[in-house]
C-alpha cells in the first residue's frame, strides 16, 4: 500500500491547548534509517531526553492510519511510523487492538469536522488495547491494563499515548471488539437521554438510524428505564434487529413519513427526540415534541452528502440548519439541546461518571455493544463505506491484527478494481449532488414558519384515522 | 369604585376548547334586579337547568376583580356579580381566600398574553380557599376542604368554578396566603430545574431576580439538592433577604455586570440558568453556559416596558428575542429551553406530580412561600403596581377579606390622588419609553454573531485576574 515507507509521527493524545504545539518525537541520535531529510531534521530539533533503550527506541516501528488530506476514502493511508513514542507525566503507551468507526471520522475525512488537526494526522476516537507503558504520575493505570480510550482523535493507529485519565478498563468478559465501539456511542446515548433529556419512566423517544452506533445503544439504554417506548427508524431490512435490541415501533423512513406513523401511535407526540439528521427533520423534530419534550440534535448527517466535501452543499446545510426563537419554546414548553462528545474533551468529570454508569449497565446485562464488522487496517476504506453507505447494523471496527497474506492477495485484486470503483463512486456522487439540489429547493418551499407546520400537524392529528383509510 | 354595580359573568374554570362558548349563567326566571337589559337577555337566553333553589340563585352574589379592557392598572376593576355559578361534572365551586399575582397577569393586563380571553375577563391563575360545592363525579374532594387552585384565569374572585383536578389539598399548618402564594412560583421553578434543568448536586444555578415569586422559590428548590451553588441577581436593598432564602452569591445588576461577577466566581460558566428577562440578557445567559448546561427561558420581562401596551417596543423586543442554531448548540453542547407554565395546563398528570413533590418539600420544612404584602381587592392597581416596578421582595398575594371601612375612607382619599399618580405615571412611561429605545439601539449595535461574543467572553475568561486589578 503506497505511503508505507514514509514515517510519521505519533499523533499523542493532546488537549486543546496542545494543538498547536509539535508533537513530540522519540529522542535519540538522528535515525540512521531511510527516514526522509525532513523528518530526521525534525527529530534532531527536539530536546533530547531519554536515550538509554537506543537500540528499541529505533527500531520500533508500528503502523498507523494516517489522513493524507481531505477527500474520499482512499485519503486515509496505511503507514508504518519508526520509533518509540515517549511518555509525559499522567500518560499511558496503549498496545492497541481494535478501534471504532464514528461519523465524527468520516466528516473529519472530509474536513467537516473541526476537533481534527490538519493532515496529516491520524484520526480515531476510540480504541480498545492494553497498556504497555505508564508515564510518571500514573498511579491507577498498570502494565497488562485492558482499557478502552476515549480521545478526540489519533487512535486509529497501533500504538497510541494517551492521559490515563481517558482510559477505562475494560471489565471481566467484553471482547475487545465490544470495548472499541463502546465509548463514543454509549456516552454519547447516555448523555443526551440522561443528562439532557432526563428520561423517565413511561416516556417515549425517536431514535433515528436505530440500527447506527448511536441508535442501538440509545435503544439499549432506553430498554433501562422503565416503560419507555422506542420509535426507531431504518430501512425495512434492519427492522428485525433494532426490534430485536428493543424498538418498539420500527419505522422504514424510507417508505413512510415517519411524522404520520409516530403521530398515528402517539397523537400528542413524543418525550424525546434524538436528532442526528439536521435540516429540515430537525423542523419536523420540534413539530413533533409534547410540552416538556426534548430535542436533541447531535450532528449533521444530511451534511454528508458525498463521499468528498461539497463545499456548497455544506454551505446550504448551515443555512438550512434549524435555528429556533426564544418566544417559540416558551410557548411550546418545548426544549432543543445540541451534543457531541468531541467538543467535550475538556469534562473528565462528567465522562467518567457516564462511563462508570454505562459499565455498571454493562456488567448488569442490560447492554451490549452490537458489532456490524470488523476490518483489517488496510481495509479501512471500505469500512468506511460500509458505515457512510449505512449498510451496518450495529458498530463498524477496525482490528489492528494482522492480515493474512491470502486476504492481501484479496485486497490487491480488489486494488485493481478501485479504478472502476472510484468511477463508480464518481457517478454516485454526481447522482447525490444532484439529490442534494433537489432536497434543497423543497427545503426552500418549505422554509415557512414553524407555527404553520405545527398547525398542519394539529390537523393531522385531528383526522389520523381519516388519512389511514 | 366604579363599575360595583355592573354584574358579569362568572369566568368558569375551562379548558381551551370551551373558551369560545359563554359561559353558563344560573338558569333562573329573568333576574329582578338592576340588571341592565343586556346582561338579562343574556342570562335568559341560556337553556335552563335546576331552579330549586331559586331564592339563593337570585340573590347570590360575590366581588370578582374584572379586567375590562387593556392598559394601565386601573383596566382591573372590582364588580359584583350576581347568580351562583352552576357546577358541571367534575368541578368544584370555592370560597376563594387569597390569591396570588404573577407577571402573566401584567402582561395579560397589558393585552401581552394569549392565554386570557378578550375582556371583560377576570384574571388570576392561583387561588386558595374552601369547597363550597362538588360537581357529579368528584370524588377527591368534599365541601370543607381546604385547597389551592391552578387555572388558565378567573381566580381573582371570591368564588370560582373550577375542575376539581385544578385544585390541591392544603397541608397543615399552610396559610391561605401561603397556599395562594405556592402553585404558580413553586411548579414553574420546579419544572424548570427539576425536568429541564436535571438539577443535580455540585452544580451552579444563575437565578435572575432572586427577591421575585419564581426567584425565592427557584432559590429554595435549589437548595433542596446538596451543595448547589446559587447567584441570585436583586438590588442591593434585598440581598440580605435573598441570602436568607439561600443564594449562595447575591450580584446587584444595577451596578455589577452580572456576567463579570459570576465569571470571577465560576470561570467555567454555570450548569442552569433561569432566564426571565428575555432579550440581550438571553444571549448573555448562552455565552455563560458550561458545556451540558441548559439554559431555561421563562417569559421576557423586558416586554415590560411600561403599564400600558407599547406595541412598537413588543414589535422590537420580538425581533430581539434570542434566536439560536442548532449547530452552535451542537458545538457548545448546549441545551435552550423554554418554560411557561400558563401554555401547560392540558398536562394535568406532570402538574400534579410537580405539586406533589413540592408538597412533600413543604412538609419536610425545606420551601416555605415568602409573602411580601397582602392586599385587598380594591387595592389591585397599588399591588400591580409594586410587582411591576419591582417593589416586591417574595409574592404579592390578594386576599378576599373584606376592607374595613377606617381602610375604605384612605382609599377613597387616594383615590383623588390617582389623577396626579397617573400623570405621573405617564411621565414615567414616557421616560421608559426613551430608554426603551436607547436600549433598542444598543441591542442593535450588539446583534452580532453569538460566537464573536463567545470569543469575547473567553478574552475575559483568560484574564479575570487583570480585570479584577
Not at 2 to 25: I, L, Y
Not at 335 to 350: A, K, M, N, P, W
Not at 397 to 413: A, D, Q, S
Request: proline share 6%; aromatic share 6%.
Amino acid at each position: 500500500m503506497s505511503g508505507e515507507d514514509a514515517p510519521a509521527q505519533q499523533q499523542n493524545a493532546v488537549d486543546q491547548k496542545q494543538e498547536t504545539k509539535p508533537t513530540e518525537e522519540p529522542k535519540t541520535e538522528p535515525p540512521k534509517t531511510e527516514s526522509p531529510p525532513a523528518a530526521a531534521a525534525e527529530a534532531a530539533a527536539t530536546p533530547a531526553a531519554t536515550t538509554e533503550k537506543v537500540p528499541e527506541e529505533e527500531t520500533f516501528t508500528y503502523r498507523a492510519l494516517v489522513l493524507t488530506g481531505y477527500g474520499g476514502y482512499d485519503k486515509v493511508k496505511l503507514q508504518v511510523k519508526k520509533g518509540k513514542p515517549t511518555l509525559k507525566a499522567g500518560e499511558v503507551l496503549v498496545r492497541v487492538k481494535a478501534c471504532g468507526l464514528n461519523f465524527a471520522d468520516l466528516m473529519a475525512r472530509q474536513g467537516l469536522y473541526d476537533r481534527l488537526p490538519s493532515p496529516p494526522v491520524t484520526p480515531g476516537m476510540e480504541c480498545s488495547g492494553v497498556v504497555e507503558a505508564v508515564g510518571e504520575d500514573v498511579t491507577d493505570r498498570k502494565v497488562g491494563d485492558k482499557v478502552m480510550v476515549l480521545n478526540r482523535f489519533g487512535l486509529w493507529q497501533e500504538v497510541a499515548v494517551v492521559p490515563a485519565n481517558h482510559t477505562f478498563l475494560i471489565p471481566e468478559g467484553m471482547s475487545f471488539e465490544e470495548a472499541a465501539a463502546l465509548p463514543v456511542n454509549y456516552i454519547t446515548a447516555y448523555m443526551m437521554l440522561f443528562d439532557f433529556g432526563n428520561l423517565r419512566p413511561n416516556q417515549s423517544v425517536l431514535v433515528h438510524a436505530a440500527a447506527g452506533g448511536v441508535g442501538i445503544a440509545a435503544t439499549q439504554l432506553c430498554k433501562t428505564v422503565k416503560d419507555v417506548t422506542v420509535f426507531g427508524t431504518a430501512s425495512a431490512s434492519k427492522h428485525e434487529t433494532i426490534t430485536q435490541v428493543g424498538v418498539t415501533h420500527a419505522i422504514d423512513y424510507r417508505t413512510k413519513d415517519y411524522v404520520e406513523e409516530v403521530r398515528k401511535i402517539s397523537p400528542k407526540g413524543l418525550d424525546i427526540i434524538l436528532d442526528p439528521l439536521g435540516g429540515s427533520d430537525t423542523h419536523k423534530a420540534y413539530n413533533l415534541l409534547k410540552p416538556m419534550g426534548k430535542l436533541i440534535t447531535y450532528g449533521a448527517a444530511n451534511m454528508l452528502a458525498g463521499q468528498k466535501k461539497n463545499l456548497l452543499a455544506v454551505a446550504k446545510n448551515w443555512y438550512h440548519q434549524f435555528s429556533i426563537h426564544t418566544l417559540s419554546l416558551i410557548q411550546g414548553n418545548k426544549s432543543v439541546c445540541g451534543f457531541h462528545l468531541g467538543y467535550l474533551d475538556g469534562e473528565t468529570e462528567l465522562i467518567t461518571e457516564a462511563m462508570n454508569t454505562i459499565l455498571d449497565f454493562y456488567k448488569e446485562g442490560k447492554i451490549k455493544p452490537r458489532i456490524d464488522s470488523t476490518w483489517h487496517l488496510e481495509q479501512v476504506g471500505d469500512a468506511m463505506r460500509k458505515m457512510q453507505e449505512r449498510n451496518n447494523i450495529g458498530k463498524v471496527i477496525l482490528t489492528t491484527e494482522p492480515m493474512p497474506e491470502e486476504e492481501k492477495k484479496e485486497e490487491t485484486k480488489k486494488e485493481d478494481k478501485k479504478e472502476d470503483k472510484k468511477k463508480e463512486d464518481k457517478k454516485k456522487d454526481d447522482k447525490k449532488k444532484d439529490d442534494a439540489k433537489k432536497e434543497e429547493k423543497k427545503d426552500d418551499k418549505k422554509k415557512e414558519e414553524p407555527k404553520k407546520e405545527e398547525k398542519k400537524e394539529e390537523e393531522k392529528k385531528e383526522e389520523p384515522k381519516k388519512e389511514e383509510k
